[in-house]
Protein backbone atom coordinates (compact mmCIF):
# COMPACT_ATOMS: atom_id res chain seq x y z
CA UNK A 1 0.00 0.00 0.00
CA UNK A 2 1.43 3.73 -0.73
CA UNK A 3 1.90 5.84 1.73
CA UNK A 4 -0.06 8.95 1.48
CA UNK A 5 1.17 12.41 2.31
CA UNK A 6 -1.31 13.60 4.55
CA UNK A 7 -4.13 12.15 6.89
CA UNK A 8 -6.44 12.43 3.57
CA UNK A 9 -9.22 10.77 3.41
CA UNK A 10 -9.71 8.20 0.95
CA UNK A 11 -10.89 9.62 -1.80
CA UNK A 12 -9.41 9.47 -5.41
CA UNK A 13 -7.79 12.44 -6.92
CA UNK A 14 -7.93 14.20 -10.14
CA UNK A 15 -4.79 16.08 -11.68
CA UNK A 16 -5.32 18.76 -13.98
CA UNK A 17 -2.83 20.55 -16.32
CA UNK A 18 -1.37 21.60 -19.54
CA UNK A 19 1.49 20.56 -19.41
CA UNK A 20 2.21 16.96 -18.21
CA UNK A 21 4.31 14.26 -16.29
CA UNK A 22 5.22 12.61 -19.26
CA UNK A 23 5.94 13.12 -23.15
CA UNK A 24 5.98 10.92 -25.90
CA UNK A 25 8.28 11.09 -28.79
CA UNK A 26 8.99 8.96 -32.14
CA UNK A 27 12.53 8.57 -32.67
CA UNK A 28 14.53 8.81 -36.21
CA UNK A 29 14.98 4.60 -35.55
CA UNK A 30 10.88 4.57 -35.59
CA UNK A 31 10.74 3.53 -31.65
CA UNK A 32 8.54 5.45 -29.53
CA UNK A 33 10.26 6.97 -26.11
CA UNK A 34 8.63 8.09 -23.50
CA UNK A 35 10.55 11.28 -20.97
CA UNK A 36 9.31 12.98 -18.09
CA UNK A 37 7.76 16.29 -18.27
CA UNK A 38 9.87 19.10 -17.69
CA UNK A 39 9.04 22.40 -15.94
CA UNK A 40 8.14 23.40 -11.83
CA UNK A 41 5.07 22.27 -11.95
CA UNK A 42 5.66 19.03 -13.10
CA UNK A 43 8.40 17.84 -10.34
CA UNK A 44 6.30 20.10 -7.24
CA UNK A 45 3.61 17.21 -8.67
CA UNK A 46 5.10 14.11 -9.42
CA UNK A 47 5.37 13.63 -5.73
CA UNK A 48 1.76 14.00 -5.17
CA UNK A 49 0.87 10.84 -7.82
CA UNK A 50 3.23 8.63 -6.15
CA UNK A 51 1.86 9.05 -2.77
CA UNK A 52 -1.61 8.24 -4.07
CA UNK A 53 -3.81 5.40 -5.08
CA UNK A 54 -6.05 5.94 -7.92
CA UNK A 55 -4.23 8.99 -8.83
CA UNK A 56 -5.22 10.15 -12.30
CA UNK A 57 -3.89 13.30 -14.25
CA UNK A 58 -5.30 15.05 -17.22
CA UNK A 59 -3.45 17.20 -19.39
CA UNK A 60 -2.95 18.18 -23.42
CA UNK A 61 -0.93 15.69 -25.64
CA UNK A 62 1.90 18.18 -26.63
CA UNK A 63 3.46 16.13 -28.75
CA UNK A 64 2.24 14.34 -32.35
CA UNK A 65 3.11 10.87 -30.70
CA UNK A 66 1.23 11.81 -27.30
CA UNK A 67 -1.85 12.16 -29.64
CA UNK A 68 -0.77 8.92 -31.55
CA UNK A 69 -0.79 7.21 -27.92
CA UNK A 70 -4.07 8.93 -26.77
CA UNK A 71 -5.69 7.58 -29.60
CA UNK A 72 -4.39 3.97 -29.38
CA UNK A 73 -5.98 4.18 -26.06
CA UNK A 74 -9.62 5.50 -27.01
CA UNK A 75 -8.67 8.58 -25.32
CA UNK A 76 -9.10 7.05 -21.67
CA UNK A 77 -6.07 7.17 -19.12
CA UNK A 78 -3.51 4.66 -19.59
CA UNK A 79 -1.00 3.77 -16.61
CA UNK A 80 2.62 5.02 -16.48
CA UNK A 81 5.10 3.84 -13.93
CA UNK A 82 8.09 6.04 -13.27
CA UNK A 83 10.67 4.32 -11.72
CA UNK A 84 13.54 3.93 -12.47
CA UNK A 85 12.21 5.87 -15.99
CA UNK A 86 9.25 6.49 -17.59
CA UNK A 87 6.93 3.50 -19.21
CA UNK A 88 3.66 2.46 -19.86
CA UNK A 89 2.28 -0.30 -17.70
CA UNK A 90 -0.53 -2.41 -18.37
CA UNK A 91 -3.01 -4.48 -15.61
CA UNK A 92 -0.81 -7.62 -15.60
CA UNK A 93 2.44 -5.65 -14.90
CA UNK A 94 3.32 -5.50 -11.12
CA UNK A 95 4.68 -1.79 -11.38
CA UNK A 96 4.98 0.10 -8.33
CA UNK A 97 4.98 3.69 -8.65
CA UNK A 98 2.11 4.35 -11.34
CA UNK A 99 0.17 6.74 -12.21
CA UNK A 100 -3.21 7.05 -14.38
CA UNK A 101 -2.21 9.62 -17.22
CA UNK A 102 -5.19 11.08 -19.55
CA UNK A 103 -3.88 12.73 -22.11
CA UNK A 104 -6.61 15.07 -24.04
CA UNK A 105 -5.66 15.77 -27.76
CA UNK A 106 -7.14 18.83 -28.74
CA UNK A 107 -7.74 20.10 -32.43
CA UNK A 108 -4.88 22.34 -33.38
CA UNK A 109 -6.20 25.40 -34.78
CA UNK A 110 -8.60 25.44 -31.34
CA UNK A 111 -5.18 25.07 -29.19
CA UNK A 112 -3.87 27.66 -31.68
CA UNK A 113 -6.48 30.65 -30.04
CA UNK A 114 -6.41 28.71 -26.66
CA UNK A 115 -2.64 29.03 -26.12
CA UNK A 116 -1.36 31.44 -28.90
CA UNK A 117 -4.03 34.10 -28.63
CA UNK A 118 -5.57 33.50 -25.43
CA UNK A 119 -3.65 31.85 -22.61
CA UNK A 120 -0.24 33.01 -23.31
CA UNK A 121 -0.52 36.79 -25.00
CA UNK A 122 -3.38 37.89 -23.00
CA UNK A 123 -3.70 36.41 -19.29
CA UNK A 124 -0.57 36.04 -19.10
CA UNK A 125 0.11 39.50 -20.11
CA UNK A 126 -3.07 40.81 -17.63
CA UNK A 127 -1.81 38.98 -15.09
CA UNK A 128 2.04 40.25 -15.55
CA UNK A 129 1.37 43.73 -16.01
CA UNK A 130 2.79 43.85 -19.57
CA UNK A 131 0.44 45.76 -21.47
CA UNK A 132 1.57 49.48 -23.01
CA UNK A 133 -1.67 50.19 -22.53
CA UNK A 134 -1.47 53.10 -24.92
CA UNK A 135 -1.23 51.26 -27.73
CA UNK A 136 -2.62 47.31 -26.49
CA UNK A 137 -4.49 45.42 -26.30
CA UNK A 138 -7.13 46.09 -28.41
CA UNK A 139 -9.33 43.91 -28.58
CA UNK A 140 -11.31 42.58 -32.40
CA UNK A 141 -13.55 40.16 -33.05
CA UNK A 142 -10.95 38.08 -33.82
CA UNK A 143 -10.19 38.34 -29.99
CA UNK A 144 -13.68 37.54 -28.87
CA UNK A 145 -13.64 34.14 -31.54
CA UNK A 146 -10.79 33.41 -29.82
CA UNK A 147 -11.48 33.40 -26.46
CA UNK A 148 -15.31 31.29 -27.22
CA UNK A 149 -13.66 28.93 -30.00
CA UNK A 150 -10.17 28.36 -28.86
CA UNK A 151 -10.22 29.15 -24.75
CA UNK A 152 -14.07 28.06 -23.77
CA UNK A 153 -13.74 25.25 -26.16
CA UNK A 154 -10.69 23.30 -24.54
CA UNK A 155 -11.68 24.39 -21.62
CA UNK A 156 -14.69 22.30 -22.13
CA UNK A 157 -12.97 19.03 -23.63
CA UNK A 158 -10.86 19.52 -20.23
CA UNK A 159 -13.82 19.69 -18.24
CA UNK A 160 -15.43 16.75 -19.96
CA UNK A 161 -12.45 14.68 -20.07
CA UNK A 162 -11.94 15.69 -16.03
CA UNK A 163 -16.07 14.96 -15.16
CA UNK A 164 -15.85 11.68 -16.90
CA UNK A 165 -12.73 10.40 -14.48
CA UNK A 166 -14.72 11.88 -11.70
CA UNK A 167 -18.00 9.79 -12.81
CA UNK A 168 -15.96 6.67 -13.35
CA UNK A 169 -14.50 7.04 -9.53
CA UNK A 170 -18.25 7.13 -8.51
CA UNK A 171 -18.42 11.39 -8.78
CA UNK A 172 -16.37 11.77 -5.44
CA UNK A 173 -12.86 12.80 -5.93
CA UNK A 174 -10.30 15.23 -5.28
CA UNK A 175 -9.77 17.97 -8.21
CA UNK A 176 -6.81 19.59 -8.04
CA UNK A 177 -7.05 22.27 -10.90
CA UNK A 178 -3.69 23.94 -12.45
CA UNK A 179 -2.92 27.59 -13.82
CA UNK A 180 -4.16 30.03 -16.12
CA UNK A 181 -4.86 27.93 -18.75
CA UNK A 182 -7.85 26.47 -17.08
CA UNK A 183 -10.11 29.09 -15.58
CA UNK A 184 -13.42 28.07 -16.88
CA UNK A 185 -12.89 24.49 -15.66
CA UNK A 186 -13.67 24.14 -12.44
CA UNK A 187 -17.40 25.84 -12.65
CA UNK A 188 -17.87 23.09 -16.05
CA UNK A 189 -16.91 19.94 -13.88
CA UNK A 190 -19.18 21.08 -10.61
CA UNK A 191 -22.21 21.41 -13.15
CA UNK A 192 -21.63 17.93 -13.55
CA UNK A 193 -20.11 16.47 -10.50
CA UNK A 194 -21.49 18.49 -7.33
CA UNK A 195 -20.00 15.88 -4.89
CA UNK A 196 -16.38 16.88 -6.00
CA UNK A 197 -14.16 19.15 -4.18
CA UNK A 198 -12.61 21.18 -6.77
CA UNK A 199 -8.90 23.13 -5.82
CA UNK A 200 -7.14 25.56 -8.40
CA UNK A 201 -3.77 26.93 -8.08
CA UNK A 202 -3.02 29.64 -10.15
CA UNK A 203 0.78 29.86 -10.09
CA UNK A 204 1.43 32.92 -11.61
CA UNK A 205 0.52 36.82 -10.04
CA UNK A 206 -2.92 37.93 -9.68
CA UNK A 207 -3.30 41.60 -9.96
CA UNK A 208 -6.05 43.73 -8.47
CA UNK A 209 -9.38 44.60 -10.24
CA UNK A 210 -8.34 47.58 -12.31
CA UNK A 211 -5.74 44.88 -14.26
CA UNK A 212 -8.48 42.50 -14.70
CA UNK A 213 -10.67 45.49 -16.48
CA UNK A 214 -8.49 45.47 -19.19
CA UNK A 215 -10.93 42.82 -20.25
CA UNK A 216 -13.89 42.55 -22.05
CA UNK A 217 -16.56 42.30 -19.81
CA UNK A 218 -17.88 39.23 -21.03
CA UNK A 219 -14.00 37.44 -20.52
CA UNK A 220 -13.35 39.18 -17.61
CA UNK A 221 -16.94 38.06 -15.94
CA UNK A 222 -16.86 34.38 -17.47
CA UNK A 223 -12.50 33.86 -15.96
CA UNK A 224 -13.99 35.03 -12.35
CA UNK A 225 -16.94 33.03 -12.40
CA UNK A 226 -15.18 29.98 -13.90
CA UNK A 227 -12.89 30.00 -10.82
CA UNK A 228 -15.66 30.30 -7.82
CA UNK A 229 -17.03 26.78 -9.17
CA UNK A 230 -13.92 25.71 -6.88
CA UNK A 231 -13.80 25.34 -3.50
CA UNK A 232 -10.71 26.16 -2.65
CA UNK A 233 -8.50 28.96 -5.09
CA UNK A 234 -4.92 29.14 -3.94
CA UNK A 235 -1.70 31.11 -5.02
CA UNK A 236 1.86 31.75 -3.80
CA UNK A 237 1.12 34.96 -1.66
CA UNK A 238 -1.51 36.26 0.31
CA UNK A 239 -0.92 39.71 -1.96
CA UNK A 240 -2.54 37.76 -4.95
CA UNK A 241 -5.39 36.14 -2.88
CA UNK A 242 -6.28 39.47 -1.24
CA UNK A 243 -6.52 40.75 -5.10
CA UNK A 244 -8.55 37.51 -5.82
CA UNK A 245 -11.08 38.80 -3.30
CA UNK A 246 -10.98 42.46 -4.40
CA UNK A 247 -11.99 41.31 -8.05
CA UNK A 248 -14.72 39.12 -6.89
CA UNK A 249 -16.22 41.88 -4.95
CA UNK A 250 -15.91 45.16 -7.15
CA UNK A 251 -16.13 43.31 -10.28
CA UNK A 252 -18.89 40.42 -9.68
CA UNK A 253 -20.25 42.51 -6.81
CA UNK A 254 -19.80 39.62 -4.49
CA UNK A 255 -19.66 39.44 -0.22
CA UNK A 256 -15.81 38.37 0.82
CA UNK A 257 -14.43 38.29 4.19
CA UNK A 258 -11.11 39.76 3.62
CA UNK A 259 -10.45 38.74 7.18
CA UNK A 260 -11.63 34.84 6.74
CA UNK A 261 -10.27 34.97 3.13
CA UNK A 262 -13.24 33.75 1.99
CA UNK A 263 -16.08 34.78 -0.71
CA UNK A 264 -19.55 33.83 -1.07
CA UNK A 265 -21.16 32.68 -4.63
CA UNK A 266 -24.93 31.75 -4.39
CA UNK A 267 -25.06 28.88 -1.52
CA UNK A 268 -21.18 28.17 -1.33
CA UNK A 269 -18.63 29.69 0.52
CA UNK A 270 -14.91 29.83 -1.63
CA UNK A 271 -11.68 29.97 0.43
CA UNK A 272 -9.10 31.52 -0.96
CA UNK A 273 -5.74 30.81 0.08
CA UNK A 274 -1.60 30.82 -0.55
CA UNK A 275 0.65 28.36 -0.04
CA UNK A 276 4.06 29.39 -1.75
CA UNK A 277 5.49 26.65 -3.93
CA UNK A 278 9.10 25.47 -3.52
CA UNK A 279 11.58 22.77 -4.77
CA UNK A 280 12.48 19.59 -3.48
CA UNK A 281 16.02 20.13 -1.79
CA UNK A 282 17.36 17.02 -1.25
CA UNK A 283 16.84 16.16 -5.05
CA UNK A 284 18.01 19.16 -6.46
CA UNK A 285 21.50 19.11 -4.59
CA UNK A 286 21.44 15.67 -6.34
CA UNK A 287 21.23 17.03 -9.59
CA UNK A 288 23.85 19.52 -8.51
CA UNK A 289 26.13 16.67 -7.89
CA UNK A 290 25.84 14.67 -11.57
CA UNK A 291 28.80 14.18 -13.52
CA UNK A 292 26.87 16.38 -16.25
CA UNK A 293 26.87 19.30 -13.86
CA UNK A 294 30.18 18.40 -12.61
CA UNK A 295 30.99 19.01 -16.54
CA UNK A 296 29.83 21.99 -16.83
CA UNK A 297 31.35 23.00 -13.78
CA UNK A 298 34.99 21.88 -14.74
CA UNK A 299 34.51 23.71 -17.81
CA UNK A 300 33.13 26.80 -16.43
CA UNK A 301 36.05 27.10 -13.67
CA UNK A 302 38.27 27.27 -16.70
CA UNK A 303 36.50 29.50 -18.66
CA UNK A 304 36.37 32.44 -15.64
CA UNK A 305 40.32 31.30 -14.49
CA UNK A 306 41.50 32.82 -17.80
CA UNK A 307 40.13 36.15 -16.71
CA UNK A 308 40.25 35.77 -12.96
CA UNK A 309 36.58 36.70 -13.28
CA UNK A 310 33.63 37.35 -10.49
CA UNK A 311 30.65 35.31 -12.38
CA UNK A 312 27.32 37.87 -12.23
CA UNK A 313 24.17 35.05 -13.41
CA UNK A 314 21.02 34.77 -14.42
CA UNK A 315 18.52 31.99 -15.58
CA UNK A 316 15.61 32.64 -17.55
CA UNK A 317 12.91 31.75 -20.48
CA UNK A 318 13.23 34.60 -22.64
CA UNK A 319 9.46 35.82 -21.43
CA UNK A 320 9.10 39.89 -21.27
CA UNK A 321 8.13 39.49 -17.63
CA UNK A 322 11.44 38.64 -16.53
CA UNK A 323 12.96 41.89 -17.27
CA UNK A 324 15.96 40.54 -19.07
CA UNK A 325 16.88 43.87 -21.02
CA UNK A 326 16.66 46.29 -18.32
CA UNK A 327 18.82 43.73 -16.35
CA UNK A 328 21.82 44.32 -19.16
CA UNK A 329 21.08 47.91 -19.13
CA UNK A 330 21.61 47.75 -15.35
CA UNK A 331 25.30 46.23 -15.66
CA UNK A 332 26.40 47.95 -18.41
CA UNK A 333 25.97 50.82 -16.61
CA UNK A 334 27.14 49.67 -13.51
CA UNK A 335 30.20 48.93 -15.43
CA UNK A 336 30.46 52.39 -16.74
CA UNK A 337 30.14 53.81 -13.48
CA UNK A 338 32.45 51.55 -11.75
CA UNK A 339 35.55 50.79 -14.73
CA UNK A 340 37.85 49.49 -12.26
CA UNK A 341 34.86 46.55 -12.23
CA UNK A 342 35.60 46.06 -16.72
CA UNK A 343 37.24 42.90 -17.44
CA UNK A 344 36.90 41.80 -13.87
CA UNK A 345 32.71 40.68 -13.70
CA UNK A 346 31.69 38.38 -16.61
CA UNK A 347 27.54 38.23 -16.84
CA UNK A 348 26.55 35.13 -17.66
CA UNK A 349 22.81 35.11 -19.38
CA UNK A 350 21.15 31.30 -19.52
CA UNK A 351 18.14 32.13 -21.63
CA UNK A 352 16.29 29.33 -22.64
CA UNK A 353 14.22 30.52 -25.99
CA UNK A 354 10.30 30.85 -24.83
CA UNK A 355 7.01 31.30 -26.74
CA UNK A 356 8.69 32.12 -30.04
CA UNK A 357 5.05 31.41 -32.12
CA UNK A 358 4.20 34.67 -30.26
CA UNK A 359 5.19 37.85 -32.07
CA UNK A 360 5.73 40.14 -28.87
CA UNK A 361 8.12 36.95 -27.73
CA UNK A 362 10.17 37.22 -30.74
CA UNK A 363 10.49 41.09 -30.36
CA UNK A 364 12.02 40.68 -26.99
CA UNK A 365 14.38 38.08 -27.77
CA UNK A 366 15.60 40.33 -30.69
CA UNK A 367 15.81 43.64 -28.28
CA UNK A 368 17.60 41.18 -25.69
CA UNK A 369 20.69 40.70 -28.85
CA UNK A 370 20.43 44.44 -29.54
CA UNK A 371 21.07 45.31 -25.58
CA UNK A 372 23.88 42.46 -24.97
CA UNK A 373 25.22 43.67 -28.27
CA UNK A 374 25.81 47.75 -26.77
CA UNK A 375 26.88 46.55 -23.71
CA UNK A 376 29.46 44.18 -25.35
CA UNK A 377 30.73 46.88 -27.52
CA UNK A 378 31.37 49.14 -24.96
CA UNK A 379 32.83 47.33 -22.77
CA UNK A 380 35.00 44.67 -23.98
CA UNK A 381 38.71 44.20 -23.17
CA UNK A 382 41.27 42.16 -24.87
CA UNK A 383 39.29 38.91 -25.37
CA UNK A 384 36.75 39.57 -22.41
CA UNK A 385 33.09 39.89 -23.43
CA UNK A 386 31.13 41.12 -20.24
CA UNK A 387 27.88 39.20 -21.09
CA UNK A 388 28.45 35.95 -21.91
CA UNK A 389 24.64 35.21 -23.87
CA UNK A 390 23.57 31.90 -24.17
CA UNK A 391 20.41 30.50 -25.85
CA UNK A 392 19.90 27.19 -25.15
CA UNK A 393 17.66 24.93 -23.24
CA UNK A 394 20.82 23.22 -20.92
CA UNK A 395 19.31 22.73 -17.19
CA UNK A 396 22.91 21.41 -16.28
CA UNK A 397 24.68 24.37 -17.39
CA UNK A 398 22.20 26.25 -15.41
CA UNK A 399 22.78 24.20 -12.28
CA UNK A 400 26.26 24.93 -12.91
CA UNK A 401 26.44 28.15 -13.08
CA UNK A 402 24.54 28.97 -9.75
CA UNK A 403 26.95 26.55 -7.91
CA UNK A 404 29.73 29.04 -9.35
CA UNK A 405 27.87 32.63 -9.08
CA UNK A 406 28.87 35.56 -6.98
CA UNK A 407 25.40 37.32 -7.59
CA UNK A 408 22.39 35.97 -9.42
CA UNK A 409 20.37 38.26 -10.81
CA UNK A 410 16.51 38.04 -10.86
CA UNK A 411 14.81 41.47 -11.52
CA UNK A 412 11.53 40.19 -13.54
CA UNK A 413 8.69 42.76 -13.67
CA UNK A 414 6.21 40.22 -11.80
CA UNK A 415 6.98 36.26 -10.65
CA UNK A 416 4.26 34.17 -9.14
CA UNK A 417 6.94 32.71 -7.30
CA UNK A 418 10.19 32.33 -8.67
CA UNK A 419 12.18 28.98 -8.17
CA UNK A 420 15.25 29.96 -9.54
CA UNK A 421 16.00 32.02 -6.65
CA UNK A 422 15.26 29.00 -4.41
CA UNK A 423 17.39 26.35 -6.43
CA UNK A 424 20.52 28.74 -6.57
CA UNK A 425 20.82 29.58 -2.77
CA UNK A 426 20.73 25.84 -2.03
CA UNK A 427 23.71 24.54 -4.33
CA UNK A 428 25.87 27.59 -4.17
CA UNK A 429 29.40 27.45 -3.40
CA UNK A 430 30.96 30.78 -3.16
CA UNK A 431 28.15 32.26 -0.98
CA UNK A 432 26.73 33.85 -3.78
CA UNK A 433 24.00 36.89 -3.27
CA UNK A 434 20.77 37.05 -4.43
CA UNK A 435 20.23 40.03 -6.07
CA UNK A 436 15.80 39.82 -5.86
CA UNK A 437 12.95 41.83 -7.65
CA UNK A 438 10.96 43.15 -5.08
CA UNK A 439 8.08 41.83 -7.26
CA UNK A 440 8.38 38.08 -7.68
CA UNK A 441 6.81 36.13 -4.17
CA UNK A 442 10.33 34.96 -3.48
CA UNK A 443 10.89 38.14 -2.42
CA UNK A 444 8.71 37.40 0.76
CA UNK A 445 10.83 34.62 2.15
CA UNK A 446 13.96 35.59 0.70
CA UNK A 447 13.96 39.60 0.69
CA UNK A 448 15.33 39.55 3.96
CA UNK A 449 18.77 37.81 2.74
CA UNK A 450 18.80 39.65 -0.41
CA UNK A 451 19.48 42.73 -2.03
CA UNK A 452 16.50 44.02 -3.56
CA UNK A 453 16.11 44.81 -6.86
CA UNK A 454 13.21 47.44 -7.98
CA UNK A 455 12.02 46.37 -11.70
CA UNK A 456 11.62 49.57 -13.29
CA UNK A 457 14.98 51.67 -11.99
CA UNK A 458 17.51 50.47 -13.98
CA UNK A 459 20.24 53.13 -11.86
CA UNK A 460 18.82 51.39 -8.46
CA UNK A 461 19.61 47.58 -10.05
CA UNK A 462 23.03 49.01 -11.44
CA UNK A 463 23.53 50.27 -7.81
CA UNK A 464 22.34 46.96 -5.95
CA UNK A 465 24.50 44.84 -8.37
CA UNK A 466 27.61 46.97 -7.60
CA UNK A 467 26.88 46.21 -3.30
CA UNK A 468 26.23 42.60 -4.37
CA UNK A 469 30.02 42.63 -6.07
CA UNK A 470 31.17 44.17 -3.37
CA UNK A 471 29.55 43.26 -0.40
CA UNK A 472 31.70 41.54 2.56
CA UNK A 473 32.68 37.26 2.61
CA UNK A 474 31.03 37.60 5.92
CA UNK A 475 27.80 38.74 5.16
CA UNK A 476 28.05 37.07 2.14
CA UNK A 477 28.02 33.58 3.82
CA UNK A 478 25.57 34.74 6.59
CA UNK A 479 22.41 35.73 3.96
CA UNK A 480 22.95 32.56 1.34
CA UNK A 481 23.17 30.14 4.27
CA UNK A 482 20.11 31.75 6.20
CA UNK A 483 18.45 31.89 2.11
CA UNK A 484 19.27 28.52 2.42
CA UNK A 485 18.00 27.44 5.28
CA UNK A 486 14.33 29.18 4.52
CA UNK A 487 14.47 27.38 1.37
CA UNK A 488 15.20 24.04 3.26
CA UNK A 489 12.52 24.46 5.43
CA UNK A 490 10.14 25.76 3.07
CA UNK A 491 10.29 23.05 0.74
CA UNK A 492 7.76 21.79 -1.92
CA UNK A 493 6.79 18.63 0.44
CA UNK A 494 5.59 21.66 2.84
CA UNK A 495 3.78 22.97 0.14
CA UNK A 496 1.85 19.88 -0.83
CA UNK A 497 0.92 18.86 2.77
CA UNK A 498 -0.46 22.25 3.55
CA UNK A 499 -2.76 22.12 0.77
CA UNK A 500 -3.87 18.48 1.28
CA UNK A 501 -4.13 19.11 4.80
CA UNK A 502 -6.61 22.28 4.24
CA UNK A 503 -8.80 20.31 1.82
CA UNK A 504 -8.86 17.21 4.10
CA UNK A 505 -11.96 18.37 6.20
CA UNK A 506 -13.72 19.51 3.42
CA UNK A 507 -13.67 16.00 2.01
CA UNK A 508 -14.08 14.37 5.36
CA UNK A 509 -16.76 17.13 6.30
CA UNK A 510 -20.00 15.85 4.43
CA UNK A 511 -19.46 12.59 2.91
CA UNK A 512 -22.41 12.90 0.51
CA UNK A 513 -21.05 16.05 -1.47
C1 LIG B 1 6.15 29.67 -13.40
C2 LIG B 1 5.95 31.04 -12.73
C3 LIG B 1 6.62 30.02 -10.55
C4 LIG B 1 16.30 26.61 -15.85
N1 LIG B 1 17.02 26.46 -16.96
C5 LIG B 1 16.49 25.43 -17.63
C6 LIG B 1 15.40 24.96 -16.90
N2 LIG B 1 15.31 25.71 -15.80
C7 LIG B 1 14.29 25.53 -14.75
C8 LIG B 1 14.71 26.15 -13.46
C9 LIG B 1 13.37 26.33 -12.75
C10 LIG B 1 12.38 26.56 -13.90
O1 LIG B 1 13.08 26.20 -15.11
C11 LIG B 1 11.94 28.01 -14.00
O2 LIG B 1 11.03 28.25 -12.96
P1 LIG B 1 10.63 29.73 -12.45
O3 LIG B 1 9.80 29.57 -11.24
O4 LIG B 1 11.88 30.50 -12.21
O5 LIG B 1 9.87 30.44 -13.66
P2 LIG B 1 8.63 30.07 -14.68
O6 LIG B 1 9.09 29.13 -15.72
O7 LIG B 1 8.14 31.39 -15.20
O8 LIG B 1 7.50 29.36 -13.76
C12 LIG B 1 6.88 31.17 -11.53
C13 LIG B 1 6.61 28.68 -11.25
O9 LIG B 1 5.75 28.67 -12.41
C14 LIG B 1 6.11 27.56 -10.31
O10 LIG B 1 4.87 27.86 -9.76
O11 LIG B 1 7.65 30.03 -9.59
O12 LIG B 1 6.67 32.41 -10.88
O13 LIG B 1 6.18 32.10 -13.67
O14 LIG B 1 13.00 25.16 -12.06
O15 LIG B 1 15.61 25.28 -12.85
N3 LIG B 1 14.64 23.93 -17.30
C15 LIG B 1 14.97 23.33 -18.48
N4 LIG B 1 16.04 23.74 -19.23
C16 LIG B 1 16.83 24.78 -18.84
O16 LIG B 1 17.77 25.17 -19.52
N5 LIG B 1 14.21 22.28 -18.89
Not at 40 to 51: F, I, K, S
Not at 108 to 119: K, L, T
Not at 353 to 380: K, M
Request: net charge negative.
Amino acid sequence: MRRRPVDLPDVPVVVVSHRGPVSFRREADGTRSVRRGAGGLVTALAGLGRHLPDAVWVCAAATEEDATVAREHGGRALTVAFDPHPRVVGPSDDAEDTLQVRLVEVDPERHADFYGVVANPLLWFVQHNLFGLATAPSFTERDHDAFRKGYAAVNEQFADAVATEVEDREGRALVLVHDYHFYLVPELVRRRCPNAVITHFVHIPWPGPSAWRILPREMRGRLLTGLLGNDVVAFHTEGFARNFLLCAQEILGLPVDLAAMTVDAGDRRIEVKHYPISIDVAAFRALAATPAVEDHVRQLREDLAGSGCRLVVRVDRTDPSKNIVRGFRAFGLMLEQHPELVGQVTFLALLQPSRLDIPEYTDYLARIGAEVALVNARHARSGHRPIDLRLEDNLPLAVASYRLADVLVVNALADGMNLVAKEAVVVSERDLVLALSENTGAHQELGAFAVTLHPFDVQQQADAMYAALTMPSARRAEQCRAAARVVEENDVGKWLRAQLADVAPLLAADPSR
